[in-house]
């Protein structure tokens, strides 16, 4: 009698967690807790086997009939089985509607304290052949019998998938090899046979992650070779591969848990393996390659002095015609190069030149590692140059790098890597015959120089070819794009705007990517000065509207790398995943063929130069038709474009914007007015220079201090107002008034001030321009900057005009959140805060709802919880500012902080006004002088459309009378509108700097500021 089975097969189920990952379920819950995906899930039945393909029985006898695998998904753990139910025969069939309520409940006995979850599954069904098979007691049936029946023919798959990836460039589809991953799992007991199978699987998803690019396909290596490990910690090739798949991904994502568990593991291979075993110095390089990253990352000296150990005991076993003697040559040669940079010992620079030698002269020509090994020993050569000034040095390091371009084809991915390297020798080598005085030594160093007196111009060139490579990688071009533009300011004026337009269309591209981790804060603020180069240099040409755009693409795309915020790759895949997807494996692979760092593995059967440049030139021309296609999406048709003027005026609704950039190159202003889309009014700050403002910041800082709202500066403290003056006064006479007599603004006025919104650059950003002013005893009205505007700042015109968004019917009444935290563990009592929210409270009765919470209850939970339904937050606490933006925070209940980065992961729908009564809510970072990334004007990108924040400590007994004035104003409106608290704000200051009893210390009024509309 025959019988229909129905074989569930649920492709691509999505699931979203409702709640945030834990620990790790106890239990039948196979692997890890929480499932963590945007809203992808595969479940995976294992359909009914039969035997020889001849037989099949009833799975009645214990087990179900079939298994789903629930798993989960994040970008650093690859997809994984959380765990997995068994589903009876008559629980599947009939409807998916009548299916669905017990699917669910049989999820959630897979994780019943976890997530709620919402899915969709598609259903199909097939019939299987079936004949009476009596002569079977299927529920006497061993288990060792069923694992074999569901694991047959998984060894050999997966042997034949292994053998392919070692044929060719190889990319294999990521859902087929889960599947294989999870059959593994399920089908097999935990042993040594298991471990093999998964270290397999390993090896062939790190071919595939070669060829495609993906970080999903690392993650699964890296998951697969996890596996093995728990299945069999001691077998060293599993870990040694555990731990060079962790440092492959520590190098693309600059995980610290990555790198720290490479060394462990690599360690432990290292330990495992006796002396005399011929993958003792592959090993020991590996190890050597881990602590030598992660000094990178850390700066840990101990790293590296180990790093350089374990690299000389490889040189030491490996014998001179062993193919991988010259990559271990070059590590070592790289590590002593790193020490010496740290160190300075001449004896590293000198070994590391010697080491560099040797890989060059054990590579034969054609070998497409050579060039890398010339190129570092040019730069190797450059920098003892530096230190030394032996010309013979900078000679051969031209030389050195002239051959590491010849033997790499055009179209390579690491070709403009090298064109850079070579334009920096080049660059010394000329600046170095300009500094020459002595005839006779400029005529010798022309003749040794070979062509000396075309450096300028073959730098140049370099610098162009590499910035123009459309194979190359963005780091590196947008660094050649960066040093063209240099060079071009004195040497080929004409191309200067192409350098900054090359350099400035990458930065979009730098963000999603990804910059490095290591030096990311640097980057940023290389970038930061370009941006404000590029501007100087098209104001120089006149095209203002140019200057404008850059500078806004330029501080957006900066600010959301700061920030974590949402970049337009994200905003793609929403409306188009497959494209994303393409246009980041596309870059991906570009980025990461073109900056190869050392050597992992040595790599026996190395790709030629010639393929590796094919391969390269047909992902750039397939990656510029995915963003022509992406170009015409509705929505998208500037992606990765800057916003055009037509756009950016719109800032500039309801008063003028100035832009006051300041660049090496010229200070200007640059005004947008309302209603003038194409007229920018352009105001050269002639007697102003960068260097006059970052003097004036340094003088002013020693001044503020850099102390807490604990440390509110006493009553009785008297600032030295001479210099605080100076700084006022030179702000007045060298910006502020050129920029009043540009808008023509030029009669103080008593009330019904008009505003203005300010966007400094680079050091500007430390310095009060809204206190700009000259402030003698008996100074006349119409002598400072609040006699004629009211003044907000704003990070960038994009911020600005997201605050003039159409302010759509709120989800909610008023409402404000009051926050007071006096007492903060590890701080001094702050006594002002609980007058201060008194007065708020007072002034709100009868008219909005307070939220309240205090000491103790201002935890982080009630705190955010109250942020999401109050349109009006106010904090009076203490407020810290941190080297890493993102973690400068409001300091809550206890030891909690409060940080920016938590503010901005909020969803803030009622987001209107914020008020943080709380010290350096203004004050950027010095690290990152370009772009003062702080709290006030962090609250603006998560979503508040104004913002009152302080540039620096405020006193105790003016805080509680700033806010009361401030809430008094704002809510003797009906209704009240957050649109009047720069209006507030000014007013407030304004009666708390002419108070009877004289003018108070500049350091009471001046650090009140206001952001956005």
Wanted: proline share 5%; net charge negative.
């Amino acid at each position: 009698m025959s019988e229909l089975e129905i074989v569930i097969k649920l492709h691509n189920i999505r699931v979203t967690s409702l709640t945030n990952p834990h620990d790790d379920l106890p239990g039948d819950t196979k692997m890890f807790a929480q499932l963590i995906i945007e809203e992808n899930i595969s479940l995976q039945t294992l359909p009914v086997a039969s035997e020889q393909g001849q037989r099949s029985w009833k799975l009645g006898f214990g087990c179900n009939m079939f298994s789903v695998a629930v798993l989960r998904q994040s970008v650093t753990g690859g997809t994984r089985l959380v765990g997995y139910v068994e589903i009876g025969r008559g629980e599947v069939l009939g409807s998916l509607k009548s299916n669905r309520p017990t699917l669910r409940l049989q999820l959630n006995k897979v994780n019943p304290d976890g997530p709620s979850l919402q899915f969709s599954a598609g259903f199909s069904s097939i019939e299987l052949p079936y004949q009476e098979a009596s002569d079977l007691d299927p529920i006497g049936m061993p288990e060792s019998t069923i694992t074999s029946l569901k694991g047959r023919g998984i060894e050999s798959e997966l042997q034949k998938i292994y053998e392919d990836s070692r044929k060719t460039k190889f990319c294999m589809n990521a859902q087929q090899l889960w599947v294989i991953h999870e059959r593994i799992l399920l089908c097999y007991q935990s042993n040594d046979n298991r471990a093999r199978l998964l270290n397999i699987l390993g090896d062939i998803l790190m071919q595939s992650y070669k060829g495609s690019g993906t970080v999903d396909d690392l993650n699964q290596a890296v998951c697969a070779y996890n596996d093995a490990v728990q299945d069999d910690s001691g077998h060293v090739i599993y870990l040694a591969d555990l731990g060079t798949s962790l440092l492959c991904r520590f190098g693309r994502l600059g995980g610290l848990e990555d790198i720290n568990k490479s060394g462990k593991m690599l360690e432990d291979a290292v330990q495992l393996t006796p002396d005399g075993h011929p993958d003792k110095s592959s090993r020991l390089n590996n190890l050597g390659n881990s602590l030598a990253h992660r000094f990178e990352r850390l700066g840990d000296l101990s790293d590296i002095n180990k790093s350089v150990l374990l690299f000389e005991d490889a040189v030491q076993l490996t014998p001179d015609g062993h193919p991988a003697k010259p990559s271990l040559l070059n590590n070592l040669g790289n590590s002593l190069f790193r020490r010496f940079e740290r160190l300075g010992d001449l004896s590293d620079i000198n070994k590391s030149v010697l080491m560099f030698e040797d890989a060059v002269q054990l590579t034969p020509n054609g070998h497409p590692d050579k060039p890398g090994w010339l190129n570092n020993l040019g730069n190797s050569l450059l920098s003892r140059f530096e230190r030394l000034g032996d010309l013979s040095d900078i000679n051969k390091s031209v030389l050195m790098k002239e051959d590491a371009v010849q033997l790499t084809p055009d179209g390579h991915p690491a070709k403009p890597s090298l064109l850079n390297n070579l334009g920096n020798s080049l660059f010394r080598r000329f600046e170095q015959l300009g500094d020459l005085s002595d005839i006779n030594k400029s005529v010798l160093m022309f003749e040794d120089a070979l062509g000396d007196p075309q450096d300028s111009q073959q730098l140049l060139l370099h610098y162009t070819l590499a910035a123009s490579s459309t194979t190359g990688p963005a780091s590196v071009r947008f660094v050649a794009a960066a040093r063209w533009a240099q060079h071009a300011q004195v040497h080929q004026p004409s191309s200067i705007l192409n350098a900054y337009t090359t350099a400035i269309e990458l930065l979009p591209e730098l963000a999603w990517l990804g910059l490095p981790i290591t030096d990311r804060h640097h980057r940023l603020s290389e970038a930061g000065q370009l941006v404000r180069d590029a501007a100087s240099a098209a104001i120089a040409a006149h095209d203002f509207h140019k200057a404008v755009e850059w500078l806004d693409q330029g501080r957006s795309v900066i600010w959301g790398q700061l920030l974590n915020l949402r970049t337009p790759v994200d905003d793609l895949r929403k409306n188009n995943p497959d494209l994303a997807d393409e246009l980041v494996s596309l870059s991906t692979s570009l980025e990461t063929a073109g900056t190869r760092s050392n050597a992992v593995a040595v790599d026996t059967k190395p790709q030629s130069l010639q393929s590796i440049a094919n391969q390269s030139h047909a992902h750039a021309l397939q990656r510029n038709r995915v963003l022509q296609q992406i170009r015409e999406l509705p929505g998208f048709e500037r992606f990765l474009l800057s916003k055009p003027i037509s756009e950016l005026s719109l800032a500039a609704k309801m008063g003028p914007v100035a832009i006051v950039n300041t660049s090496e190159y010229g200070c200007d202003a640059l005004i947008l007015l309302p209603g003038l889309a194409n007229d920018i009014i352009h105001v050269p700050l002639h007697d102003f220079t960068i260097h006059e403002a970052q003097a004036l910041a340094e003088s002013l800082a020693p001044i503020v201090g850099n102390t807490g709202r604990n440390d509110r500066l006493a009553g009785s403290y008297e600032v030295d107002m001479a210099i605080f003056s100076i700084i006022l006064s030179e702000l007045w006479v060298k910006i502020v008034q050129p920029v009043l007599n540009g808008i023509g603004t030029m009669t103080p006025v008593s009330q019904n001030l008009g505003r203005i919104w300010w966007c400094p650059t680079g050091p500007l950003a430390f310095l009060p321009i809204h206190a700009a002013g000259l402030y003698g005893e008996n100074q006349a009205v119409g002598f400072k900057l609040s006699d004629f505007l009211i003044s907000s700042y704003t990070p960038s015109l994009t911020a600005l005009i997201q605050g003039f968004r159409t302010r759509s019917e709120f989800q909610a009444d008023l409402k404000l959140l009051a926050v007071s935290q006096p007492s903060a563990n590890g701080q001094r009592y702050i006594p002002g805060t609980q007058e201060e929210i008194k007065s708020i409270k007072q002034h709100a009765k009868d008219k909005i709802s307070v939220l309240q919470w205090d000491g103790n209850m201002a935890t982080i939970a009630n705190v955010q919880e109250g942020m999401k339904y109050s349109r009006w937050v106010h904090f009076a606490c203490h407020g810290v500012q941190s080297t890493s933006p993102t973690e400068s925070a409001l300091l809550l209940a206890g030891s909690s902080r409060l940080t920016l980065s938590n503010i901005i992961e909020l969803s803030l729908p009622n987001a209107d006004l914020a008020f943080l009564s709380a010290c350096q809510t203004a004050t950027g970072s010095k690290q990152l002088q370009d772009e003062s990334v702080h709290l006030a004007a962090g609250m603006l990108l998560a979503g508040y459309r104004g913002v009152i924040g302080t540039m620096w400590s405020i006193m105790n007994n003016d805080a509680p009378q700033v806010a009361s004035d401030v809430y008094a104003h704002l809510l003797e409106a009906s209704p009240p509108d957050s649109m009047r608290a720069a209006e507030a704000l000014h007013l407030a200051v304004q009666k708390l700097r002419e108070q009877p009893g004289g003018k108070k210390s500049f350091l009471h009024w001046v650090p009140f500021i206001h952001f956005g509309v």
